[in-house]
């Protein structure tokens, strides 16, 4: 079962969220994974948002240490519409498929951009 966990993302600045996932008190090794965040109007929707994956660079891991980074420029984060969105960050192993969070991904508007 995923974490519910609200994010608030400040339009047109770098918005940087970081985890750690642990396995009791000990990270889970994430070597070898691979992850994606997907943020979507509304769940269901076909229209994406942005996606950040660690193909695209947009997700690193610590593997060792099991902590996930997402890094969005600002100039990404400038072309959202201030609102509020949903999203899911799912990990795969390469055998097994896990979302590990999900919930509001909600975007202040910005005066200067």
């Excluded at 600045?13 to 070898?32: D, K, R, S």
């Excluded at 969105?85 to 991904?105: I, N």
Aim: charged share 10%.
């Amino acid at each position: 079962m995923s974490a519910k966990f609200n994010l608030v993302c400040d339009q047109a600045t770098t918005f940087n969220f970081q985890f750690q996932i642990l396995n009791n008190t000990t990270p889970l090794n994430l070597t070898g994974y691979t992850g994606t965040m997907t943020v979507r109007p509304f769940v269901g929707s076909t229209t994406t948002t942005v996606v950040a994956t660690t193909a695209n660079g947009l997700m690193v891991f610590d593997a060792g240490n099991g902590r996930v980074t997402v890094t969005l420029s600002s100039a990404t984060t400038g072309d959202i519409a201030a609102g509020r969105y949903s999203y899911d960050l799912v990990l795969d192993s390469g055998s097994v498929v896990t979302r590990y969070l999900e919930g509001k991904f909600i975007v202040t508007g910005a005066v200067t951009q």
